[in-house]
Structures are given as C-alpha cells and as structure tokens.
C-alpha cells in the first residue's frame, strides 16, 4: 500500500503563487512516477504534471507548461507542485497519485494510487 497526503492548497488571487506538497508513505520504492491531476467541477479529471522518482524527468500539461514546476525529494518521499502565474481556470481539486509503470501516462486510469486531494481557488 501507498499511501499518499496532499497539503497546501487554498485561495489566491489571480496571477498569484501556491506550492502543493505531497508525502508519500508505505510501498514508495515500487512506484516509478508521482503524478499532479486536478479536477474542477463538472469536468473529468485532468493531468497537470509527472516526475520519475529515478531521474526526475518531468512531464507538463500544455496549459500549465511555464507556469508550474513539479519537484521530488528522494529522501523524504515528498513531491511538490509550484503553483506561479496562476489562473481562474486553475481553479479545482488537486490531486497527488503514483504509478508503478514503467512508462509514463497522463491517464488517471494509469495511477494506482491516489492522496484526498487538496482544494486551490483562484479568484478573479
């Protein structure tokens, strides 16, 4: 088991800056990739971002590329997203997830396990 924590979310005004941290517990070594996906209500939940635990490659949705950084710590097992230049449309539930594959995916269908998610609300 994995179990995952998000923390860090809350409200900030447009073109403001949040950092979501995920720590990450339990069967962390058998996971290759940590995930970001958010989803807002009414709509299906979407990628925003991945890292590879070994390496760290990192991988982007279109819409946040430029303006969001995805971090890991190895030795804490934690996984950050830096929030910069954010949008209303940036407004939703994020979610932490990891996958054990060896190959990345932006399907959530892809992740096996998943955190609470944490709430980000950007205002106008």
């Known amino acids: 088991q994995v179990q995952l924590v998000e923390s860090g979310g809350g409200l900030v005004r447009t073109g403001g800056s949040l950092r979501l941290s995920c720590a990450a517990s339990?069967?962390?070594?058998?996971?290759?990739?940590m995930g970001w996906f958010r989803q807002a209500p009414g709509k299906e939940r979407e990628f925003v971002a991945a890292?590879?635990?070994?390496?760290?490659?990192?991988y982007y949705a279109d819409s946040v590329k430029g303006r969001f950084t995805i971090s890991r710590d190895n030795a804490k097992n934690t996984v950050d997203l830096q929030m910069n230049s954010l949008k209303p449309e940036d407004t939703a539930v994020y979610y932490c997830?990891?996958?054990?594959?060896?190959?990345?995916?932006?399907?959530?269908?892809?992740?096996?396990?998943w955190g609470q998610g944490t709430q980000v609300t950007v205002s106008s």
């Open positions: 339990g069967r962390t070594p058998s996971s290759n990739f």
């Open positions: 890292i590879r635990w070994s390496g760290g490659s990192t």
């Open positions: 997830a990891a996958r054990f594959g060896t190959v990345v995916t932006t399907t959530p269908h892809g992740y096996n396990y």
